[in-house]
Nanobody, 127 residues
Framework: QVQLVESGGRLVQAGGSLRLSCAAS????????RAWFRQAPGKEREFVAA????????IYADSVKGRFTITRDNTNNTVYLQMTSLKPEDTALYYC????????????????????WGQGTQVTISS
C-alpha cells in the first residue's frame, strides 16, 4: 500500500524558515516525479514545486521562486521543501504528491496529473 506522509508544518513568524518532509512507502519512487502543492482556506489547491526522479530538474511557482527549494533523497524515498523568508500568504495546508514520470515533456504542475497524495501538513505564518 502506497503512503505519502508529510511532516514539519507548524506556526512560524513571518520571515522565518521551515523544512517540510514527505516520506513515501509501499514502493520505490525513484522513477516518480515528486511535488508539493498547497491549499489555503477557500482557495483551490495550487502548485508549489516539483522535482524530477533524479533531482536534476526542478520547477517552482513564481510566488515561491527564490524562497523555496525542493530536494529529494531516493535512498529513503523522501522529498523535502525548504522554505525561507516566509510570508503570511504562504499559510496553507501543504500536500506532497507523486506520479510516474518517464522524462518526456515537462514535469506536470496540475494536481490532476498526480495520482499519489499525502494527507497534508499545516503551515501557518503569523505577521
Amino acid at each position: 500500500q502506497v503512503q505519502l506522509v508529510e511532516s514539519g508544518g507548524r506556526l512560524v513568524q513571518a520571515g522565518g524558515s521551515l523544512r517540510l518532509s514527505c516520506a513515501a512507502s509501499g514502493r520505490t519512487f525513484s522513477s516518480y516525479a515528486r511535488a508539493w502543492f498547497r491549499q489555503a482556506p477557500g482557495k483551490e489547491r495550487e502548485f508549489v514545486a516539483a522535482i524530477s526522479p533524479t533531482g536534476f530538474y526542478k520547477i517552482y511557482a513564481d510566488s515561491v521562486k527564490g524562497r523555496f527549494t525542493i530536494t529529494r533523497d531516493n535512498t529513503n524515498n523522501t522529498v523535502y521543501l525548504q522554505m525561507t523568508s516566509l510570508k503570511p500568504e504562504d499559510t496553507a495546508l501543504y500536500y506532497c504528491a507523486a506520479r510516474y514520470y518517464t522524462g518526456q515533456g515537462t514535469i506536470p504542475r496540475h494536481p490532476q496529473a498526480y495520482n499519489y497524495w499525502g494527507q497534508g501538513t499545516q503551515v501557518t505564518i503569523s505577521s
